[in-house]
């Protein structure tokens, strides 16, 4: 059974980092997209990034040139690094991902707004206080 587990939350001051962590079990879990979310009460759910197979990358206008996201093959795990955080990135984040053979390349991207996952984590909540 798949499993994706966040971690790295927490409270944060305005301006601060965090890095939040997303690992998937079985290790021989493999996805070809996976990708992060965020959610506040009453509101959608939001794309935050994608990362495809090709390692091509897109990112939410809000967030682009303070998140990054990345994987660590080896311990099967993606990260999403969250600089110069502001009171309007306060949400739980959620890490989703998909194996399906198809999900690669601009549809793996896509998901920001498709939301076309397979499998979520139950999230890790971000506050940032100004």
């Known amino acids: 059974q798949v499993q994706l587990v966040e971690s790295g939350g927490g409270p944060v001051q305005a301006g601060g980092s965090l890095r939040l962590s997303c690992a998937a079990s079985p290790y021989t879990f493999t996805p070809s997209c996976m990708a992060w979310f965020r959610q506040v009460p009453g509101k959608d759910r939001e794309g935050v990034a994608a990362?495809?197979?090709?390692?091509?990358?897109d990112y939410a206008p809000s967030v682009k040139g303070r998140f990054h996201i990345s994987q660590d093959n080896a311990k099967n795990t993606r990260y999403l690094q969250m600089n110069n955080l502001n009171t309007e990135d306060t949400a739980m984040y959620y890490c989703?991902?998909?194996?399906?053979?198809?999900?690669?390349?601009?549809?793996?991207?896509?998901?920001?707004?498709?939301?076309?996952?397979?499998?979520w984590g139950q999230g890790t909540k971000v506050t940032v206080s100004s």
């Open positions: 990362l495809n197979r090709e390692k091509n990358t």
């Open positions: 989703a991902a998909d194996r399906r053979s198809y999900m690669t390349g601009r549809r793996c991207l896509g998901v920001m707004t498709s939301r076309n996952l397979d499998y």
